[in-house]
């Protein structure tokens, strides 16, 4: 593989891994949010 193909290969490697990476962290996120608020709520009503 040329140098150049190689360079390209990990840059994009590294994308994906890090869109991966913010991807789950945003669903971390927004889960305990839900949680949190579910809670809540609950804790309110009862």
Do not use: F
Request: cysteine-free.
């Amino acid at each position: 593989m040329s140098q150049e193909l190689t360079i390209a290969v990990e840059a994009i490697k590294t994308a994906i891994l890090q869109s991966q990476h913010q991807a789950a962290k945003d669903v971390t996120r927004v889960q305990l949010i839900l949680y949190y608020g579910t809670g809540h709520y609950s804790s309110n009503v009862i």
